[in-house]
């Protein structure tokens, strides 16, 4: 289980947690995405209409029970959505007063996260450090992080960092990071080159060697409410996907 995380917003987080997901599912493994944010864009980029959303991710933080209901299918084969309902924007608010808020969806995912499984479960948290991104953390195994090529994006790296360490130490011991992505890479921009060198130097391989570009494709997708890799499959950017698919496996393989 994999949340995708990145408290600073417009770094390619939910692109990378869609496309990932669909570029998992092409590699023959089942994927369960979970849209954890409010916004929905993760459910807008796999096509379900917004009337069509519940019960989704909030109503499993006030009934785990409805867990099996609010998982659905897309049409990519071996990927199934928990889609993000809009009365999901009330959550934050609401949870405060909740037993073991931060541990809501824990307890609404038990069935799949006790029960051995080959699944990949995905987590796209909002652009936050708030509840909902609290949730997923707790639930996670690992958080793959998106990082935009941009100077302030590793500003904000460092407090992610901090908070996953603070998440394993009191909340989620088994939580690591699981990698850092670059996105919106632009190979004639010199500030991306000393980005990615400043990452690489400091994280080390904790980088994946994979960068995703800058691609008006992957932009274009979500508006036809399909993955870049259905969309435009020979572009840069859907490309960049299939081998970021395929460096994780591969770290996968290494780490087991």
Do not use: W
Request: hydrophobic share 45%; glycine share 8%; charged share 20%.
């Amino acid at each position: 289980m994999i949340a995708i995380a990145n408290q600073k917003g417009g770094v390619g987080k939910t692109t990378t947690a869609v496309n990932l997901a669909t570029a998992l599912a092409a590699a023959d493994r089942e994927v369960l995405l979970i849209d954890a944010d409010p916004q929905g864009n993760a459910s807008t980029g796999l096509g379900l209409p917004r009337t069509g959303r519940a019960p989704g991710t909030y109503a499993l933080l006030h009934d785990p029970a409805s867990l099996h209901e609010a998982i659905r299918p897309t049409g990519i084969p071996g990927l199934s959505i928990i889609p993000a309902e809009p009365d999901l924007a009330g959550a934050e608010v609401e949870l405060v007063d909740m037993p073991e808020r931060e541990r809501r969806l824990r307890l609404a995912l038990a069935p799949l996260l006790d029960a051995p499984s080959d699944r990949y479960v995905l987590l796209d948290c909002p652009p936050s450090l708030g509840l909902l991104t609290l949730n997923a953390l707790v639930c996670a195994d690992s958080v793959l992080v998106p990082l935009q090529c941009e100077f302030f994006a590793l500003e904000g790296l460092t407090h992610l960092t901090q908070t996953i360490e603070r998440v394993r130490a009191g909340l989620n011991p088994r939580l690591r990071l699981h990698g850092i992505v670059l996105t919106m890479y632009d190979r004639r921009n010199n500030l991306s080159e000393l980005v990615a060198a400043d990452a690489r130097s400091f994280f080390g391989d904790d980088v994946y060697e994979t960068v995703i570009p800058r691609n008006i494709r992957i932009s274009e997708a979500p508006s036809h409410g399909k993955p870049v890799l259905l969309y435009d499959f020979r572009s840069p950017g859907a490309q960049a996907y299939v081998r970021l698919a395929g460096e994780l496996l591969r770290r996968e393989r290494a780490g087991a």
